[in-house]
């Protein structure tokens, strides 16, 4: 493992890889200065051990005499990317110890900026929230990379010290705090990791060794040198990294961004030897754990079984699934979601995943994907918002900006009731009109005017606010007191009753795409209809994606069926319930659904839960 190392009698091991640099001395500037040359070892390793060296103690490498730079697998980087690095103790009080992680298809995941999520905008403020996400019934937190960054404010996707949790949030105390206090609510924790690029400041990398290639181009710089001369040290570089979080932050998954960036031509993929390295690790602590992939390749590879040519991979993101839904509750066509038309193309993307999957996309102007029906349910994560999706607009604006409440009802209910793992973006539950911006704190003016120039010319239909204002970050906090509001506590109260409903209806709570049904129904094609079961468990949902009720027949199978949920009943500040409360179907039934609703029925009687979101008597 690279870095930093404390050893026992007062020694630390400091590791290095420059293959660059002939001689590698350490300059420890505090609390005593000190300069200790390296050995130089095989492939471009220089180390030694050094005594006298305790937590807190700082440093900066000095290469072949000449500059000195912070340490590329510094653990923590208190005067910021320039700084010197800091030598961090790991021990750390853990409670944790009967935590055992969560199967994939338990996993409703929530994801969250640390910065935008609390006031303090912190790890700890974090914390703070925690029981109320127990109480919604989210079963696992995705947080935004930490990875340290220039300045006080950013995504986290300009990260240049992969090793360093960022100061502002709490460094690496904060956030084995924040991971210990989840462990003890039942919560997962998924870290966001960028393994593609690096961010342009505080990037001293390429002075030590070719951790970057020319040979393949990223949309956000030099991509990382996976498959060139002198790769090995780099894919060791990531691999440590990413298990590190596994083994000394106790972190349960790793959500890994763009793996379409990744470029990589050697025999093994690295994100294959990154999903069996972690895993290992997983195995080694006793927990499970779970890599997830971003992607926008549509390739089903992610997930297969080595065995089968797949890189193994527990989940990857399906934009398809929130594209094909933004499109029929905005009516938006403008960029890539112009390849998504109608009710069809959802209903695709809940039966198999994949929408564009070897067909034609006009906005590629080109075939792009392959089918994904042999993909297993709980392998694609699955939402209606998300902070690329939210924040790649020029203006930020969330759903609740874009669509009605009804609409905002519609959405939890076509991800929740999916067979695949939700996830919500913070703020969701309750209708967060709070935008979601770019924002940036760079130190390096000309690159804080190259930054603002970029997204000015890739937004011309818009003035996106100024990604280094102080006041753009301020915008993006969570504004917790609408989440007062009786509509968008009622909201809330709807996302709760939804999550209970999928964890406790056995029909909803097996993920899997074989015990399902889906197909879109009535004389306008804007109504989607699935049924799911399993064993005597059996559930149908219908969702109306129009500004008209819907009046139809519908296939369904014979027996007695209860309405479990109606999004446009009074109890969730709709307008009333226009589904039957009840419905005998000896194969087919007449049933009425309100504008913008879905209603879940279900055939077979489920003790407690079906109770406790019966609806109200107020109605049609």
């Not at 890889?17 to 471009?44: C, I, S, T």
């Not at 050094?50 to 980087?77: H, I, N, T, W």
């Not at 809940?350 to 906005?363: E, I, K, L, Q, T």
């Not at 937004?459 to 007191?481: H, K, V």
Request: include cysteine.
């Amino acid at each position: 493992m690279p870095g930093a190392v404390l050893l026992t009698g007062g020694r630390c091991r400091f590791r290095v890889w420059a293959p660059n640099a002939r001689a590698v001395q350490v300059h420890l500037v505090a609390p005593d200065e000190r300069r200790v040359a390296l050995e130089p070892r095989d492939r471009g390793y220089h180390d030694a051990i050094v005594p006298r060296v305790a937590a807190g103690a700082r440093y900066k490498y000095v290469l072949d005499g000449g500059a000195e730079f912070p340490d590329p697998a510094s653990r923590l980087q208190p005067e910021g990317v320039h700084g010197p690095s800091e030598v961090a103790d790991p021990a750390f009080p853990w409670t944790d110890g009967g935590w055992r992680g969560l199967a994939l298809a338990d996993y409703l995941i929530y994801e969250l900026h640390v910065g935008a999520f609390s006031p303090a905008g912190t790890f700890d403020g974090v914390v703070r929230e925690l029981d109320a996400l127990v109480d919604l019934g989210v079963t696992a937190i995705e947080l935004m990379p930490v990875a340290h960054f220039p300045g006080t404010r950013n995504w986290g996707y300009d990260g240049v010290d992969l090793y360093a949790v960022h100061t502002a949030y709490g460094g690496p105390e904060g956030l084995k705090r924040l991971v210990d206090e989840c462990h003890r609510r039942g919560l997962a924790v998924i870290l966001d990791v960028v393994y593609n690029h690096l961010g342009p400041e505080g990037n001293y990398l390429p002075q030590f060794g070719p951790y970057f290639t020319d040979r393949y181009r990223t949309p956000w710089g030099d991509a990382v040198n996976y498959d060139g001369p002198d790769s090995d040290g780099v894919r060791r570089f990531v691999l440590d990294n990413a298990c590190r979080w596994i083994t000394e932050f106790h972190v349960d998954g790793l959500r890994l961004d763009a793996v379409h960036a990744i470029f990589d031509e050697s025999a093994r993929h690295i994100l294959e030897e990154l999903g069996a390295e972690v895993h290992e690790s997983g195995r080694a602590a006793g927990r499970r754990v779970v890599v997830i992939a971003e992607s926008n390749l549509n390739d089903p590879r992610l997930t297969r079984p080595i065995a089968r040519g797949g890189y193994e991979l527990d989940a990857a993101w399906s934009d398809d699934f929130h594209h094909a839904l933004h499109t029929l509750l905005t009516g938006e066509r403008i960029r890539y979601y112009e390849d998504f038309r109608g009710v069809d193309d959802l209903a695709l993307a809940w039966a198999d995943g994949f929408v564009v999957a070897g067909r034609y996309s006009s906005y590629r102007r080109r075939r792009h994907g392959a089918p994904s029906r042999d993909v297993p349910a709980p392998r694609f994560v699955v939402c209606a918002q998300n902070h690329d999706q939210v924040g790649n607009r020029a203006l930020g604006e969330r759903l609740a900006r874009l669509a009605g409440f009804e609409a905002l009802k519609l959405a939890a209910g076509t991800v929740l009731l999916s067979p695949f793992v939700p996830l919500l973006f913070m703020g969701e539950e309750y209708g967060e009109r709070a935008p979601f911006l770019y924002f940036t704190d760079h130190g390096d003016p000309d690159l804080a005017a190259a930054v603002r120039r970029g997204r000015r010319e890739e937004y011309p239909e818009g003035e996106p606010p100024d990604p280094q204002s102080p006041e753009t970050f301020e915008r993006c906090r969570l504004n917790r007191a609408l989440a007062r509001d009786p509509r968008h506590r009622a909201l809330s109260g709807l996302y709760a009753a939804l999550i209970r409903l999928r964890k406790t209806v056995p029909a909803l709570a097996n993920l899997s795409k074989e015990p399902m049904e889906v197909r879109v129904v009535g004389p306008d094609a804007r109504v989607m209809m699935a049924r799911r079961w399993h064993g005597d468990s059996a559930a149908v949902m219908l969702f109306n994606y129009s500004p008209s009720p819907a009046v139809l027949e519908v296939p369904l199978p014979a027996g007695r069926w209860v309405l479990l949920l109606d999004s446009a009943d009074a109890r969730w500040a709709g307008p009333g319930r226009a589904a039957p409360p009840e419905q005998e179907s000896h194969g087919s039934a007449a049933l009425t659904l309100a504008p913008w609703s879905f209603a879940l029925y279900d055939r077979q009687s489920i003790e407690g839960a079906a109770e406790t979101v019966r609806p109200s008597s107020a109605g049609r």
